[in-house]
Structure formats: C-alpha cells, structure tokens
Nanobody, 115 residues
Framework: QVQLVESGGGLVQPGGSLRLSCAAS????????MGWYRQAPGKQREYVAS???????NYADSVKGRFTISRDNAKSTVYLQMNSLKPEDTAVYYC?????????WGQGTQVTVSS
C-alpha cells in the first residue's frame, strides 16, 4: 500500500508559477513510477507528466517546456514545477504511483490560474 498526499496548490495569476509536491508513505518509494494528472471541471482526468523509477520523464504536449517533474527518493516525494501558467491549467491535480499490478492515487490539490 502507498499513501499519497499532494500539496502546493493555490491561486496564481496567468504567467505565474507553482510547485506541487506529493509525499508518499507506506512502501518503497524508489521502485514506483510516479505521475501527475489533472481534471478540470466537466472534463475527464488527463495525463500531465510522469517520471520512472529510473528517472526518465515524459510530458503531455500541452505542458511541455513549461512544467518539470522531478523526484527525491530520499524524501519519498515527487514534484511538479509549473511555470508560465495559463488559465487552461486550472484543475485539480492528482499524484499517481504505479508499477506492475499496483496503482495508487492521492486526493488531489486545486490549482486555479486567474487574474
């Protein structure tokens, strides 16, 4: 079992930055691939970014060049640095831990981009 707790969301103006954190507990963090997803009101949850246990990263086209995912295995934490935020980035952001036959989700953190 893995427990995930997101933090760092909030209200930011367009063009601003936020850093989301996801703290994991309950299992060996370093063996899990980690991801961030988001869900805007009235829309399906969508993929944002992921980082493998070996450190390889991947991004959705909509955030490439603006968002950066990273992990600190010593702190059992994955981060999402979000720069140049746009109103369309407004959503609840969810942290995901996954590997073969295992899939865990956090409760989400709200990000609102508005002037």
């Amino acid at each position: 079992q893995v427990q995930l707790v997101e933090s760092g969301g909030g209200l930011v103006q367009p063009g601003g930055s936020l850093r989301l954190s996801c703290a994991a507990s309950g299992s060996i963090f370093s063996i899990y691939n980690m991801g961030w997803y988001r869900q805007a009101p009235g829309k399906q949850r969508e993929y944002v970014a992921s980082i493998t246990s070996g450190g390889w990263t991947n991004y959705a086209d909509s955030v490439k060049g603006r968002f950066t995912i990273s992990r600190d295995n010593a702190k059992s934490t994955v981060y999402l640095q979000m720069n140049s935020l746009k109103p369309e980035d407004t959503a609840v952001y969810y942290c995901n831990a996954f590997r073969t036959n295992s899939d865990y989700w956090g409760q989400g953190t709200q990000v609102t981009v508005s002037s």
